[in-house]
C-alpha cells in the first residue's frame, strides 16, 4: 500500500482570550479618533517627559528671578504699578515702565500661593513645552523621529545658557515659539485671527521682547512678497496673493494687540531704550556672540548644518527662510542675548529641509508606511505623562498635598547667598544692621531685594537700566579696586559691604587689609564687612 502524507500543518496560533479581544475592542471605540496615539507619540512623550522631570530639579539661579519675584511682591501689595523705581534707593525718582510686570505678579501669587516647587512647575513646564512644540512641528515635517530628537538637542544646546535661568525672558521664548508654530502652520485656520492677536496682548504684557515677533511676522510677509516678485515679476501678483496680505493683516493686528497694556505706545519706546541703554551693553550676555562661548559653538556647529542641509536638499527655498536667518542671525552675533530667537528658527527649517533630503533617499530604497494609531498606545502616553507630573515637586505637592521636604534653601543654585541672608537678618534683630547703603554684588542684587533685611538698602540690582550711568560707572570703579574706590565708598556713605568671592576677590583682599573695614561673616559664597566707624 501507498502510504498518504499529510501535509505539514502551519502552527496553531495561541488563542486569545474574549474578554481581551473585547477588552481591546472597548478601548479602541471610547477613544476619539482624534486622540488616538501612535508608538512614536508614546516614545515623544517618554523623551519630554523625562525632560520636565529633570528639569523640576534643575536649581533656581540667583539672578533676575528674585528681583522680578520682589516687584510682584511690591505689585500685589499696593495694586498698582511704580511709576518710578521703587526698590533701588540711588535710582529713585528714575521714570519705570514694568515691560514684565504680568510675569512678576504670576510669578509672586504662584510662589506665595503654592510654594517654592511652583516656580520649579512654571520653569520646567516652560520649557518642556516650547520643546514639545518644536517636536510635533519637526516630526510633521520631517517624519523622522531621528530627525527630530536632533532638532531638540541642538536647540537644548544652543539656548541652554539663557534657558537656565527662570525670568520672564521665558515667557517671551514661549510666545516666540508659539508664534512660529501659527505662521509656519501649513493649513489656514480661521482661529489664527484671534489666536496672534491675543498671544500678542499677553506677550507684550509678559516680557518686552514681542518686537522680535513683530519682526517675524514682517519677514514671513516681506519674504513671500519678494519670492513672488522673483517668480513673476509683477507687483500685482504681491498685491492679490492672499497669503501675503494674511502676513500683512496679521502684523497689523498684532501690533495693535500690543497697546492692550498699562503704557500703551510708551512700551514701544521703553523696548528700544533698554535694549539701547549703555549699562546694559556692558553685561556680559549683552555683548556680542564669541566662539570661545559655549553657546558660540552651539551656534557654529548648526549654522554648518545648516549649510549642509541647504546645499543638499531637494526643497525650494524661501525668500523667508533666507531674511530670518540672516536677520536673526546677524542680531545674535551682535548680541549673543538675541541667540534665543535664532535657534528656534535654525531648527525649525533645518529638520524640515532634513526631513526633505532623507525622503529623497528613502522613496529609493524601500517603502514608507504611515504609524499606526490607536487607543491603546493613547493610553500608553497619558500614563507616561502622569507618571513623569508624579515624580516632580510640584507633582508630589498635587497630588499628596505636603511639599514639606521640599525647602526653599534645598532648591537654590549654590551661588545662591544664603549664609550671607542669615548673617544680616540676624544682625538686623539685634539693631546692629549699618545705617546707609550697603554695597553689593551686581548679581546678588535681586536676592538681596527678595529675602534680606527690610532695612537693608542695597546699591543696584539686575534692572542696571534704571540705574544712573554716574552710579554705574562708581560700582565698576569699586568692584576693580579702581583709583579713588575708598573716595566713592565714602562718598556714598557705604556702611557694610556684602561681596562674592568668586567675582570680587581683589576687592575683598584690599577690604581685608583696611583698617577701616571689619569682617564679620565669610563662607564658601560670600563675605560681609563693616565699618568700624559708620559715617
Given at each position: 500500500m501507498t502510504a498518504v502524507m499529510t501535509p505539514p500543518q502551519p502552527p496553531r496560533a495561541e488563542s486569545v482570550p474574549q474578554t481581551q479581544l473585547a477588552d481591546a475592542s472597548l478601548l479602541e471605540?471610547?477613544?476619539?479618533?482624534?486622540?488616538?496615539?501612535?508608538?512614536?507619540?508614546?516614545?515623544?512623550?517618554?523623551?519630554?517627559?523625562?525632560?520636565?522631570?529633570?528639569?523640576?530639579?534643575?536649581?533656581?539661579w540667583h539672578t533676575d528671578l528674585w528681583g522680578h519675584l520682589a516687584y510682584g511682591r511690591l505689585i500685589v501689595?499696593?495694586?498698582?504699578?511704580?511709576?518710578?523705581?521703587?526698590?533701588?534707593?540711588?535710582?529713585?525718582?528714575?521714570?519705570?515702565?514694568?515691560?514684565?510686570?504680568?510675569?512678576?505678579?504670576?510669578?509672586?501669587?504662584?510662589?506665595?500661593?503654592?510654594?517654592?516647587?511652583?516656580?520649579?512647575?512654571?520653569?520646567a513646564a516652560s520649557i518642556t513645552t516650547m520643546a514639545g512644540l518644536l517636536v510635533w512641528r519637526g516630526y510633521?515635517?520631517?517624519?523622522?523621529?531621528?530627525?527630530?530628537?536632533?532638532?531638540?538637542?541642538?536647540?537644548?544646546?544652543?539656548?541652554?545658557?539663557?534657558?537656565?535661568?527662570?525670568?520672564?525672558?521665558?515667557?517671551?521664548?514661549?510666545?516666540?515659539?508659539l508664534l512660529l508654530i501659527l505662521v509656519t502652520s501649513r493649513h489656514r485656520r480661521?482661529?489664527?485671527?484671534?489666536?496672534?492677536?491675543?498671544?500678542?496682548?499677553?506677550?507684550?504684557?509678559?516680557?518686552?521682547?514681542?518686537?522680535?515677533?513683530?519682526?517675524?511676522?514682517?519677514?514671513?510677509?516681506?519674504?513671500?512678497?519678494?519670492?513672488?516678485?522673483?517668480?513673476?515679476?509683477?507687483?500685482?501678483?504681491?498685491?492679490?496673493?492672499?497669503?501675503?496680505?494674511?502676513?500683512?493683516?496679521?502684523?497689523?493686528?498684532?501690533?495693535?494687540?500690543?497697546?492692550?497694556?498699562?503704557?500703551?505706545l510708551r512700551l514701544y519706546a521703553e523696548v528700544f531704550a533698554i535694549a539701547n541703554h549703555p549699562n546694559v551693553a556692558e553685561l556680559t550676555?549683552?555683548?556680542?556672540?564669541?566662539?570661545?562661548?559655549?553657546?558660540?559653538?552651539?551656534?557654529?556647529?548648526?549654522?554648518?548644518?545648516?549649510?549642509?542641509?541647504?546645499?543638499?536638499?531637494?526643497?525650494?527655498?524661501?525668500a523667508a527662510e533666507v531674511l530670518l536667518l540672516f536677520g536673526f542671525g546677524a542680531a545674535a552675533l551682535w548680541s549673543s542675548r538675541m541667540l534665543v530667537w535664532w535657534v528656534p528658527l535654525a531648527v525649525?527649517?533645518?529638520?524640515?529641509?532634513?526631513?526633505?533630503?532623507?525622503?529623497?533617499?528613502?522613496?529609493?530604497?524601500?517603502?514608507?508606511f504611515p504609524a499606526q494609531r490607536s487607543g491603546r498606545w493613547s493610553v500608553i502616553t497619558a500614563g507616561i505623562l502622569s507618571i513623569c507630573f508624579a515624580f516632580t515637586p510640584f507633582g508630589g505637592r498635587v497630588?499628596?498635598?505636603?511639599?514639606?521636604?521640599?525647602?526653599?534653601?534645598?532648591?537654590?543654585?549654590?551661588?545662591?547667598?544664603?549664609g550671607v541672608i542669615e548673617h544680616l537678618k540676624k544682625r538686623s534683630d539685634q539693631n546692629r544692621l549699618p545705617r546707609g547703603l550697603a554695597f553689593n554684588t551686581y548679581e546678588w542684587g535681586d536676592y538681596l531685594l527678595w529675602a534680606g533685611p527690610l532695612k537693608l538698602k542695597v546699591f543696584l540690582a539686575s534692572h542696571a537700566h534704571l540705574v544712573p550711568r554716574?552710579?554705574?560707572?562708581?560700582?565698576?570703579?569699586?568692584?576693580?579696586?579702581?583709583?579713588?574706590?575708598?573716595?566713592?565708598?565714602?562718598?556714598?556713605?557705604?556702611?557694610?559691604i556684602a561681596l562674592d568671592t568668586a567675582t570680587h576677590a581683589s576687592l575683598i583682599g584690599r577690604l581685608r587689609e583696611n583698617e577701616n573695614w571689619q569682617q564679620t561673616y565669610s563662607d564658601n559664597v560670600g563675605v560681609v564687612f563693616v565699618r568700624r566707624k559708620a559715617i
Amino acid at each position: 500500500m501507498t502510504a498518504v502524507m499529510t501535509p505539514p500543518q502551519p502552527p496553531r496560533a495561541e488563542s486569545v482570550p474574549q474578554t481581551q479581544l473585547a477588552d481591546a475592542s472597548l478601548l479602541e471605540d471610547k477613544v476619539p479618533e482624534y486622540l488616538k496615539a501612535s508608538r512614536t507619540t508614546a516614545g515623544f512623550a517618554l523623551a519630554l517627559g523625562l525632560m520636565y522631570v529633570l528639569l523640576s530639579f534643575h536649581p533656581l539661579w540667583h539672578t533676575d528671578l528674585w528681583g522680578h519675584l520682589a516687584y510682584g511682591r511690591l505689585i500685589v501689595a499696593t495694586k498698582s504699578l511704580p511709576t518710578t523705581e521703587p526698590l533701588m534707593p540711588l535710582a529713585a525718582g528714575v521714570p519705570f515702565i514694568d515691560t514684565a510686570w504680568l510675569s512678576q505678579v504670576i510669578g509672586f501669587e504662584a510662589m506665595n500661593r503654592l510654594g517654592v516647587t511652583s516656580l520649579l512647575f512654571m520653569y520646567a513646564a516652560s520649557i518642556t513645552t516650547m520643546a514639545g512644540l518644536l517636536v510635533w512641528r519637526g516630526y510633521q515635517r520631517s517624519q523622522s523621529a531621528a530627525i527630530t530628537l536632533a532638532g531638540l538637542l541642538l536647540w537644548l544646546w544652543g539656548c541652554w545658557q539663557h534657558l537656565s535661568i527662570m525670568r520672564p525672558q521665558m515667557a517671551g521664548m514661549l510666545c516666540f515659539v508659539l508664534l512660529l508654530i501659527l505662521v509656519t502652520s501649513r493649513h489656514r485656520r480661521t482661529w489664527h485671527w484671534v489666536a496672534v492677536p491675543a498671544l500678542f496682548a499677553a506677550w507684550a504684557n509678559l516680557h518686552g521682547s514681542f518686537l522680535v515677533g513683530l519682526v517675524l511676522l514682517a519677514g514671513m510677509a516681506f519674504g513671500r512678497g519678494l519670492d513672488l516678485a522673483v517668480r513673476c515679476g509683477e507687483f500685482r501678483a504681491i498685491r492679490r496673493d492672499s497669503q501675503v496680505r494674511r502676513y500683512v493683516l496679521m502684523l497689523e493686528l498684532a501690533a495693535t494687540a500690543v497697546l492692550l497694556n498699562p503704557y500703551g505706545l510708551r512700551l514701544y519706546a521703553e523696548v528700544f531704550a533698554i535694549a539701547n541703554h549703555p549699562n546694559v551693553a556692558e553685561l556680559t550676555e549683552w555683548g556680542p556672540l564669541q566662539l570661545r562661548m559655549a553657546q558660540g559653538q552651539a551656534t557654529a556647529v548648526i549654522a554648518l548644518l545648516l549649510i549642509a542641509l541647504y546645499r543638499l536638499s531637494p526643497r525650494r527655498v524661501t525668500a523667508a527662510e533666507v531674511l530670518l536667518l540672516f536677520g536673526f542671525g546677524a542680531a545674535a552675533l551682535w548680541s549673543s542675548r538675541m541667540l534665543v530667537w535664532w535657534v528656534p528658527l535654525a531648527v525649525t527649517f533645518g529638520m524640515q529641509h532634513a526631513g526633505a533630503i532623507w525622503h529623497q533617499w528613502r522613496s529609493n530604497s524601500e517603502a514608507q508606511f504611515p504609524a499606526q494609531r490607536s487607543g491603546r498606545w493613547s493610553v500608553i502616553t497619558a500614563g507616561i505623562l502622569s507618571i513623569c507630573f508624579a515624580f516632580t515637586p510640584f507633582g508630589g505637592r498635587v497630588l499628596h498635598g505636603n511639599d514639606g521636604k521640599f525647602k526653599l534653601e534645598k532648591m537654590l543654585s549654590r551661588a545662591t547667598p544664603l549664609g550671607v541672608i542669615e548673617h544680616l537678618k540676624k544682625r538686623s534683630d539685634q539693631n546692629r544692621l549699618p545705617r546707609g547703603l550697603a554695597f553689593n554684588t551686581y548679581e546678588w542684587g535681586d536676592y538681596l531685594l527678595w529675602a534680606g533685611p527690610l532695612k537693608l538698602k542695597v546699591f543696584l540690582a539686575s534692572h542696571a537700566h534704571l540705574v544712573p550711568r554716574e552710579v554705574w560707572n562708581d560700582y565698576v570703579t569699586i568692584s576693580n579696586v579702581a583709583s579713588g574706590w575708598e573716595e566713592t565708598l565714602d562718598r556714598y556713605g557705604v556702611n557694610l559691604i556684602a561681596l562674592d568671592t568668586a567675582t570680587h576677590a581683589s576687592l575683598i583682599g584690599r577690604l581685608r587689609e583696611n583698617e577701616n573695614w571689619q569682617q564679620t561673616y565669610s563662607d564658601n559664597v560670600g563675605v560681609v564687612f563693616v565699618r568700624r566707624k559708620a559715617i
